[in-house]
């Protein structure tokens, strides 16, 4: 139907030149030659949508424009509930939820086949964890892919640290200022890394690991709670142990999800709690310096002596650039 469309939207073109309306006109040319020429393309990113695919955005937007508009925005109680509002905490679950959702249609739009490092990309958008665990168990069956491998793992790695700061800079402007150096720093040391790598890997494999849907509601549910339960517990720790227990909480949640940790510090810095910019930055470098650790245990233990022989000295000099950046600041 598209020669009948476009014939039908010509004519309707023409109309609005001979009443002068030439902008629009042009505009209107302009997009239909655009859609028309991207035919062959949308019909190929039409052919790799799935059931599921349609579901899940569905879900993604009933919790984005039904559920997020409804709920409140005040406090749930008294310390240390003062830092729960099921607004502020629906709204990291969308955020998080949407930089997930972003990963997958990109990769949807440059198809499963595009190497290793569009892995790594698209996987640091998702989950450098999952991606972690993911290719370091690929490489016992493929041991020559193992600079390849280490390429895609580090480009997750350092997709982490720009991610942290993409989150801040949303939620809590102001603790860019402390955040930069150390996210920098590090994301700078990955990439270094990656040019190393990517010259010993050459131009590795061509088969990339599926990244399946990453939004359901089980998981962003379970998100949303594990970011409320980290957000209780930096609060009482705060209120009984001052800044230590902020410090400790940070460590802890680390090794399970920095992005619960990085938004809840942002948050409670944002607000009344007395929190101020320099705990939360700290605690936001430790806790991204415990979850890079975190991703090199799962490697050394599932990956192949090859990959950890490779990635064992970036991963030290990732840390380190993240630790000596905040101590610079």
């Not at 020669?3 to 010509?10: I, M």
């Not at 930089?99 to 499963?112: D, E, N, Q, S």
């Not at 990339?208 to 998100?223: D, V």
């Not at 320099?278 to 490697?299: E, S």
Request: hydrophobic share 55%.
């Amino acid at each position: 139907m598209t020669t009948e469309a476009a014939a039908l939207l010509c004519v309707f073109i023409g109309a609005l030149c001979f009443y002068g309306h030439l902008q629009i006109a042009v505009a209107l040319g302009i997009a239909c030659a655009v859609l028309l020429t991207a035919k062959l393309e949308l019909r190929r990113f039409v052919s790799h949508i799935t059931r599921e695919d349609e579901f899940a955005t569905l879900k993604f937007a009933i919790i984005t424009a039904i559920v997020l508009p409804v709920l409140p925005n005040e406090p749930l109680g008294p310390p240390p509930l003062d830092v729960i509002r099921p607004y502020q905490v629906w709204l990291m679950v969308v955020l998080i939820s949407g930089i997930g959702f972003f990963g997958y249609v990109l990769v949807k739009l440059a198809g499963p086949r595009r190497g290793l490092g569009l892995t790594g990309v698209m996987g640091g958008l998702v989950s450098s964890t999952a991606v972690s665990f993911s290719l370091a168990r690929r490489s016992h069956s493929r041991a020559e892919l193992a600079p390849a491998i280490g390429l895609a793992l580090l480009i997750a790695w350092s997709m982490m640290f720009l991610r942290i700061l993409f989150e801040v800079a949303v939620v809590n402007r102001a603790l860019l200022s402390g955040l930069w150096l150390p996210m920098l720093s590090a994301a700078a040391v990955g990439v270094a890394g990656c040019v190393w790598l990517y010259r010993r890997a050459g131009r590795g494999d061509k088969d990339a690991t599926e990244i399946s849907n990453p939004f359901e509601l089980g998981p962003a549910l379970r998100f949303g709670l594990l970011f409320a339960v980290i957000l209780i517990i930096s609060r009482a720790a705060q209120l009984w142990l001052g800044e230590t227990g902020i410090y400790v909480s940070a460590l802890v949640g680390g090794t399970t999800d920095v992005d619960a940790v990085t938004l809840s510090m942002a948050q409670m810095s944002r607000g009344e709690t007395g929190l101020s910019d320099d705990v939360a930055t700290r605690a936001i470098v430790l806790a991204a310096m415990v979850n890079t650790l975190f991703k090199g245990g799962i490697v050394m233990a599932t990956g192949s002596r090859a990959l950890w022989r490779l990635l064992l000295p970036v991963l030290g000099f990732l840390v380190a650039a993240a630790g000596i950046g905040l101590w610079l600041v």
